[in-house]
């Protein structure tokens, strides 16, 4: 051994001689290191949408856990990728302090699902929350003692992490479950601007922030160093303007949580504020915003959880089953972030399904693993044409979308491509391949695969549930303000094409006035706030519509469709645009119509 050698094996044993066991064990084997990150794709099945107590009353109990399983080992069989499964909100015996299941629930307890995990080669993982435990004066955690002298905010509800005994009980409780098991975390909901009676009285509300998030983070990085293998997901709480699909972007994402979080999410999937025919569609663009916005705060692509791809029969996904599931799997994956998830009812997807889910994962995640992937074009609220570029040294996949209500081209980032394919697209249209550029349809997304990437067996077919018409045009009408929240405009129509009338609805400032009826089952449906109503003498003309849901998130806009076999040609057509502010609020219309071919 030479002089220089030793010299350095001397200086890594005085410094291995500082670091705590498992640091020492990551130097090692950095592929289990302390720091978060993702160094390939993970897929995970989280269960929310396939039950849901806060926008439904669809409870999660052992039955349909261990029913979800039986439908992730089968997609498994067929080639599909899971690697975890994660117990969302309301496992939990609601007086245990998240350490026991609801044994009503769950008859045989942790043991039966995390053991039925690991036999299908899957690790388990569970929600819990940050530090809130309820919002109503039926929590759905109690507070345990020990959390007493931590406990503030609305109803003493939310606890402290800097002070009193909530902090040390928490992570004691996620030991509890690393050491039965369970690999991932989810956590939701937090608060750091909560304070106790006490601690208001000492520090100032810009401290008490501080404070909390400071030893949040001291806390999960100490668990992280004793447990190199756990995986932590950040949720509600940690940054990000998710309310509505603004294109203003601010930065509201603290960067230093990606050191413990192995990954931070964007928002749960629902409606832009860009109008759609097609309504599912409008969650894609809203999931697309979210990346592009949280890409502009720095986050890196491979660290955003987009948390688009839902399909299941429960009110947080509008009971969406897998309407239109094909289009909105490739966009989760295509927007570049490693930590796959996948919510709902898995158990819809037949086999012919599976092999299809199967085929996709393989030709994206290739990219996630050892391409370089970036978003182009403009932000997706602005409702003009966007995409991903992904790349490798032979051959590229382009994923673009028109979020507009118009036929677009929308032109490549710069570069040599060589072969070049459409390899999946919507109904209808059918997409113009030009050098460098692309020709949509109205809200059409595609998948686009150049050099080997281009090959007819990579073909992933036509997403028939989704109708693109082959033209799109706007129709020149005058409205007329009558009432502070109506507008309505009178025409004869004489054409051959099918009529789409569009509203959307701003604030004084600009920005969009989302409107909610409440969440299932008791919300109003949207079609009795905003309102699309055709009458032609004295007949109500019927419309073809896709956004009467009962939507917790609230809706911008509203989309109708007449069939051209409806309209007289001898009577003027009267439309009006109506909307009802459950909580009384102003706004404006900006009304439109257009005629649509298909």
């Known amino acids: 051994m030479n002089r220089r ?313 509008y009971y969406r089953a897998k309407q239109s599931w094909k289009g909105m799997l490739i966009l989760s994956a295509a927007r570049g972030g490693r930590m796959n998830t996948y919510y709902g009812n898995m158990d819809l997807l037949d086999q012919k399904d599976g092999y299809w889910f199967a085929m996709v994962q393989r030709l994206l995640y290739s990219f996630q693993r050892s391409g370089k992937i970036t978003p182009f074009g403009e932000i997706p609220g602005k409702g003009l044409p966007y995409g991903y570029l992904a790349e490798k040294e032979d051959g590229c996949l382009i994923t673009v979308v028109n979020p507009s209500q118009e036929v677009m081209k929308i032109s490549f980032p710069a570069g040599e491509y060589g072969p070049i394919r459409v390899l999946f697209t919507d109904k209808g249209f059918v997409p113009v391949l030009q050098p460098g550029r692309l020709t949509l349809g109205p809200e059409q997304m595609a998948l686009i695969g150049t050099g080997i990437y281009a090959a007819p067996e990579l073909d992933l077919g036509i997403q028939e549930d989704v109708l693109i018409p082959q033209q799109i045009k706007p129709f020149p009408t005058v409205w007329e303000n009558t009432g502070t929240s109506e507008v309505q405009t009178r025409f004869t129509y004489q054409g051959p094409y099918d009529l789409r009338l569009v509203f959307t609805l701003s604030k004084e400032d600009g920005r969009p006035l989302r409107i909610s009826g409440g969440s299932p089952p008791n919300g109003r449906f949207m079609e009795e706030l905003l309102q699309i109503s055709v009458i032609q003498g004295k007949k109500e003309i019927p419309l073809r519509i896709n956004y009467n849901k009962q939507i917790w998130s609230g809706l911008s806009w509203a989309v109708a469709e007449i069939d051209r076999k409806e309209i007289s040609e001898k009577q003027p057509l009267l439309i009006r645009f109506r909307f009802t502010d459950p909580s009384g609020r102003k706004g404006t219309i900006h009304p439109a119509v257009y005629e649509v071919g298909y």
């Open 5 to 317: 050698k030793s010299i350095s094996l001397l200086g890594f044993g005085a410094m291995a001689g500082l670091l705590p066991r498992n640091a020492l064990a990551w130097l090692r084997n950095p592929a289990q290191s302390p720091y978060a990150d993702l160094d390939r794709p993970l897929s995970v099945y989280i269960s929310w949408a396939a039950h849901d107590q806060l926008s439904d009353n669809v409870p999660l109990t052992e039955e349909l856990a261990m029913k979800e399983l039986e439908a992730l080992v089968k997609l498994k069989n067929l080639g599909v990728q899971f690697d975890y499964y994660l117990l969302d909100m309301f496992w939990f015996d609601k007086h245990e302090g998240f350490r026991e299941f609801d044994r009503e629930k769950w008859p045989h307890g942790h043991e039966r699902w995390i053991k039925a995990c690991y036999d299908n080669g899957i690790k388990p993982g569970l929600w819990i929350t940050t530090n809130i435990t309820g919002w109503t004066s039926d929590p759905w955690m109690l507070k345990k003692p020990e959390w007493e002298t931590s406990a503030g905010g609305w109803l003493n509800q939310a606890m402290s992490l800097h002070s009193g005994g909530f902090l040390a009980y928490h992570m004691e409780t996620l030991q509890h479950w690393y050491n039965r098991g369970i690999r991932m975390f989810k956590f939701d909901f937090a608060n750091f601007d909560v304070a106790t009676e006490t601690t208001s009285t000492l520090y100032t509300p810009e401290e008490i922030t501080r404070k909390n998030k400071e030893a949040w983070f001291d806390a999960l990085k100490q668990f992280r160093l004793k447990n190199p293998d756990v995986k932590l997901l950040a949720y509600n709480g940690y940054g990000g303007d998710m309310s509505d699909t603004w294109p203003g972007f601010r930065k509201t994402v603290d960067l230093r949580w990606l050191e413990v979080f192995d990954s931070l999410y964007c928002g749960d999937p629902r409606p832009a504020d860009i109008p759609c025919m097609n309504f599912w569609r409008s969650k894609d663009i809203y999931s697309d915003h979210m990346v592009f916005q949280y890409h502009f705060n720095g986050v890196p692509l491979h660290r955003i959880d987009n948390s688009s791809f839902m399909i299941g029969t429960t009110g947080t996904c």
